[in-house]
């Protein structure tokens, strides 16, 4: 009745530090909502944190569910940007895609491609593959399901 028998939620983490770890991560991150203020870029730990809405493709419910999450990636050398200024990021974007392309090993540019007003992207060029995702709550109800028209 009000949950009490209800399995507690385990929380996602996964560490991605090869190719093949960042496909999965690129399908639970499909669709995930931001705002712009939820990027953070610390240039003295090399590390780019976005705190996401991810929408649960994992569950299968009728109801549509989210639940919060935090992507962080570390080991980064270079960053760069379209239609995305991290001093003054836009409001309301989804994640589309995340893409990863081999450098001179063990180097990859990792690409960020969001959905929004800006259709922005970042591509983050890294020594290593150095990528945390973990949840930071329980799914809860979502509004709306993920529409892509073609």
Same mark, same amino acid.
Request: glycine share 6%; with cysteine.
């Given at each position: 009745m009000?949950?009490?028998?209800?399995?507690?939620?385990?929380?996602?983490?996964?560490?991605? %530090?090869?190719?093949e770890?960042?496909?999965?991560?690129? *399908?639970?991150l %499909? =669709?995930? *909502?931001?705002?712009?203020? =939820?990027?953070?870029?610390? %240039?003295? !730990?090399r590390?780019?944190?976005?705190?996401?809405?991810?929408?649960?493709h994992?569950?299968q !419910? &009728?109801q549509?569910? &989210?639940?919060?999450?935090?992507? %962080?990636?570390? !080991?980064?050398?270079?960053l760069? !940007?379209? @239609?995305? $200024?991290?001093?003054?990021?836009?409001?309301?974007?989804?994640?589309? $895609?995340?893409?990863?392309?081999a450098?001179d090993?063990? *180097?990859? +540019? +990792?690409?960020?491609?969001?959905? @929004?007003?800006?259709a922005?992207e970042? &591509?983050i060029? +890294?020594?290593?593959?150095d990528?945390?995702?973990? =949840?930071? *709550?329980a799914?809860h &109800?979502?509004r709306?399901?993920?529409?892509?028209?073609?």
């Amino acid at each position: 009745m009000f949950g009490f028998f209800k399995k507690p939620h385990k929380h996602l983490r996964l560490l991605a %530090q090869n190719a093949e770890d960042v496909l999965p991560l690129a *399908a639970l991150l %499909q =669709d995930a *909502a931001l705002r712009g203020d =939820d990027v953070h870029y610390d %240039q003295r !730990s090399r590390a780019l944190t976005l705190r996401m809405n991810r929408f649960c493709h994992e569950h299968q !419910s &009728r109801q549509p569910l &989210r639940a919060n999450c935090a992507l %962080q990636i570390g !080991s980064i050398t270079g960053l760069k !940007s379209r @239609g995305f $200024d991290l001093a003054k990021p836009p409001h309301g974007m989804a994640l589309l $895609d995340l893409s990863l392309e081999a450098l001179d090993a063990p *180097a990859y +540019v +990792v690409g960020l491609t969001f959905a @929004g007003k800006s259709a922005a992207e970042l &591509r983050i060029e +890294v020594e290593a593959l150095d990528i945390l995702f973990m =949840d930071l *709550a329980a799914p809860h &109800r979502a509004r709306s399901t993920p529409n892509h028209p073609l």
